[in-house]
């Protein structure tokens, strides 16, 4: 799956192009991360959850399977719904592009799935070091407000310092350090950033009826 600094990059864009005011901006950015908080992998969250529940994964479309559940909220911008569904997005058009590529690709032949696993994260999660970003999360009152928001969502059950957690590891900077010294196995920057901007493009088609996004 792509990083969390990938989901808010890609979230800080759409963002810009919805003009949401500043409360509403911080409610979409966790939405762009919700569906991994409770997985427990980075923060130190008190409920966990697995990951084919908060990701609605129960046939092939994620996206899919959320919007139709959560259609109308969608439909009216609701900021920490279309964040969660952007998400879901964003992680379905970064792997479909990953599993569809390495097929062709010598660097897949003989590697089993979770062999291709390792290589996706690793990419991935370079691509990840590119960015650094924040929620914008200023004091307690303001995660209490946004756990209000995100368990709204069934899937979903965090608490305000979990969302507390998430903003100082992302301030921190602590995601992929590990990584920093590393080279792209599979992808470059430059397709990557391709990439990035094609998925924020459909994803606009999709689901905001920009047709000339």
């Known amino acids: ?44 969250v008190k409920v966990t959850k697995p990951h084919h529940s908060t990701h609605y994964a129960y046939n092939q479309k994620s996206s899919l399977n959320f919007y139709a559940d959560h259609k109308k909220a969608i439909n009216q911008k609701i900021p920490i719904y279309l964040g969660y569904l952007f998400h879901l997005y ?47 999360i200023k004091s307690l009152s303001e995660a209490k407000a946004l756990a209000t928001a995100a368990n709204q969502i069934s899937a979903i059950e965090i608490i305000p310092e979990d969302i507390l957690d998430v903003e100082r590891i992302l301030a921190g900077g602590e995601l992929n350090k590990n990584l920093i010294q590393e080279k792209y196995l599979f992808y470059t920057k430059d397709r990557l950033d391709t990439l990035l901007d094609d998925m924020i493009k459909n994803f606009s088609q999709d689901y905001l009826g920009e047709k000339n996004a």
């Open 1 to 44: 799956m792509p990083g969390w600094n990938i989901h808010l990059e890609a979230g800080v864009r759409l963002a810009k192009k919805l003009k949401f005011s500043a409360s509403k901006r911080r409610e979409f950015l966790l939405g762009c991360l919700l569906p991994d908080i409770n997985n427990g992998y980075i923060n130190r």
């Open 90 to 136: 964003t992680d379905g058009y970064f792997n479909y592009d990953f599993f569809r590529t390495i097929k062709h690709s010598p660097l897949g032949e003989g590697k089993d799935h979770d062999a291709k696993l390792k290589i996706k994260h690793h990419d991935f999660w370079i691509y990840d070091l590119n960015f650094r970003h924040c929620l914008g």
